[in-house]
Nanobody, 125 residues
Framework: QMQLVESGGGLVQPGGSLRLWCTSS????????IGWVRQAPGKESEGVSC????????SYADSVKGRFTISRDNTKNTVLLQMNSLEPDDTAVYYC??????????????????WGEGTPVTVSL
């Protein structure tokens, strides 16, 4: 079983930036599409972004488009989420998740079959 691990979360001021990492121990991520999903208290999970196994295709939720960038380096077995111009509404626990392919719609997070434990992001003064 693949064990996904997220890191990089923390506290940041509005307008600031954070970079999140997703990786796994022992098992390569290369064959998998990797998505980022966030869940804020009292809210449903929201698909944020997804990148194809090759890195050639990426999708974003409208709420983060133009501010977040997903990328991957399969030689380092890592998927990154660069988050810029952060807003208080970005506050959530961020999870990386894997599937054979990205969902047809970034919101369709139920398709992911493997999830990490999450890393919390708080955007506040």
């Amino acid at each position: 079983q693949m064990q996904l691990v997220e890191s990089g979360g923390g506290l940041v001021q509005p307008g600031g930036s954070l970079r999140l990492w997703c990786t796994s121990s022992g098992v390569t991520l290369a064959p998998y599409a990797i998505g980022w999903v966030r869940q804020a208290p009292g809210k449903e999970s929201e698909g944020v972004s997804c990148i194809s196994s090759s890195g050639g295709s990426a999708s974003y939720a409208d709420s983060v488009k133009g501010r977040f960038t997903i990328s991957r380096d399969n030689t380092k077995n890592t998927v990154l989420l660069q988050m810029n111009s952060l807003e208080p509404d970005d506050t959530a626990v961020y999870y990386c998740a894997a599937d054979w392919d990205c969902p047809d719609y970034v919101a369709a997070v139920e398709s992911y079959v493997n999830w990490g434990e999450g890393t919390p992001v708080t955007v506040s003064l």
